[in-house]
């Protein structure tokens, strides 16, 4: 028998991981095929800066789980 529950997350870090990668290849050489590269620099320096907040929350709601995790009775 197949834990669903790691399946479900497994697939969900997949896809996020899948999402970031399309983000950044994508979009960064999109503008430096339009716009040259010092603009793909800085769209590549932005994504980054707007990636910061994302990985504190992740960060927050990770310690939230392993604070819980360990708060409860066995």
């Known amino acids: 028998m197949r834990d669903l529950r790691e399946y479900a997350k497994q697939t969900n870090v997949r896809l996020a991981l899948g999402a970031f990668i399309l983000l950044f ?9 339009i716009y040259g590269g010092n603009a793909a620099g800085m769209a590549f320096t932005c994504l980054l800066a707007a990636l910061f907040p994302v990985i504190l929350i992740l960060f927050i709601f990770v310690a939230i789980e392993w604070i819980l995790k360990h708060a409860r009775p066995k």
Request: no cysteine; net charge neutral.
């Open 25 to 33: 290849v994508v979009g960064v050489v999109l503008v430096w095929l």
